[in-house]
Structures are given as C-alpha cells and as structure tokens.
C-alpha cells in the first residue's frame, strides 16, 4: 500500500461548479498536510496547508483534514478554466521529506 | 507567501558537460532545501535533502557524484548535473522550508527543464 492515494482523474467539470478532491493516508505520523496546483510545464504551487486537523478556507478554496479517518479534501467552489490543472496532495510527519499523491488532473470548462 | 526562485528556468547543454541549476528563497531564510525530479505525467520524486553548511543526503538510488548539491548560503541552493547525458534530461524542482511556528510549510521554485543533447 502507497502511503498516499489520490485518484488521478481525470476530472472534467463545468465552469461554477464545486470541485472535491481527496487523498488518503496510511501513517498516522502524518501532521503537516498541503495542496499543491501544478500547471503544465511549471512547479507545484502551493494553494493551501493545515497543521493536524481541522478546516481551512482561502477564498475559494477549503482544506479539510480528518486524521481519525486519515482523509483530506480540498474543495473548490465557483470553479474557473483558470482552475485547470493538476492537484497534488502532499503530507510529512516532520516538514522533512513528503509523500505525494499521484496528483489529480482537473479541467474545467466554460 | 513565500518565494523559492530557481534558474535557468530551461537549459539544453551538450552531453558530457555539467550544468546547474540555482534555488534560492528570496524573502526567507532556508536551512533547508529539496530537491526534487520530474518525468513527465508523474508526480515529483525527492533526490535529496539539502542543509546549509552540511553535506546534502541524497535518496536511495541517486547518485552523490553525479548530482552534486551545495547549499552554501542560508537563501541559496545548487544542483549540479555532471557529465550530462541525455537519460539525465527532466523537470527539475526545488523547494524550501518556511519555518514560522504555525506556519511552516514548502514551497516549490518554477522548476528548471534541462535538456540535454
């Protein structure tokens, strides 16, 4: 078993829809959870981090990390074309080394 | 937040050189940097783990002498990809750590594409 899963898509949605995207973990080590966009050619770059549990919400954007369940989500609300691309969920125990998921490719279209 | 930048964004060099690559945190102090490897379609594999003022540690599999990492300078890492060849061409990535308290997290630089021929 990988120590993240995150289904890969590909993820095709209308423009103003709610996008959800998760990943599952195996180590409860695991404190330091991260969403990474990641467009074609460029970087990952990060849209939203959470320290243990809980929710966090960056204007369209929610990060929800339930540890008992060793789940987290990122949901998108008001999807734009913009929003195109793909999601890679990150995790560490330390900030040291993370473990990525596959990453999801998401489009959205007008 | 923060900002990793790395250059060359692209670089094509004739196989047999060395080229390399730059990371940089340019409002914050790194004491640690990563870097990563990407083929294409796949997610971002770690090559090694780098400290300033230390030796970097490098993954299972990568080889210290071919990918040799400085990190001279608390807002400066190097990769160097020694006598290129062309199976060493790939999406090359950075990050750094922020430590803030509550805050840290990683930050990725644009990436470098190196092409080699």
């Known amino acids: 078993q990988k120590e993240v899963e995150q289904d890969p898509g590909p993820l095709s949605v209308p423009e103003g829809a709610i996008v959800s995207l998760n990943c599952t973990y195996s180590n409860s080590a695991f404190q330091y959870f991260m969403w990474y966009r990641q467009y074609s050619r460029k970087g990952p770059e990060l849209l939203m981090y959470?320290?243990?549990?809980g929710n966090k919400e960056d204007g369209r954007f929610t990060a929800q990390v339930d540890k008992s369940s060793k789940y987290i989500s990122l949901f998108i609300r008001d999807s734009q074309p913009s929003d195109s691309a793909t999601y890679l969920c990150a995790m560490s125990a330390t900030l040291g080394r993370l473990y990525f998921g596959r990453g999801t490719q998401l489009t959205v279209w007008p | 937040g923060a900002v990793v930048s790395q250059h060359p964004s692209w670089v094509i060099c004739k196989s047999g050189t060395s080229v390399k690559i730059e990371c940089r945190s340019l409002?914050?102090?790194?004491?640690?940097m990563f870097w990563y490897r990407q083929f294409p379609k796949q997610s971002l594999m770690l090559m090694a783990t780098s400290n300033e003022g230390s030796k970097a540690t490098y993954e299972q599999g990568v080889e210290k002498d071919k990918f040799l990492i400085n990190h001279a300078s608390l807002t400066l890492s190097t990769l160097t990809v020694t006598s290129a060849h062309p199976e060493d061409s790939s999406f090359y990535i950075c990050s750094a750590r922020v430590e803030k308290g509550a805050g840290n997290t990683i930050y990725f630089g644009e990436g470098s594409w190196l092409t080699v021929v």
């Open positions: 959470t320290y243990s549990s």
């Open positions: 409002d914050f102090q790194a004491t640690t």
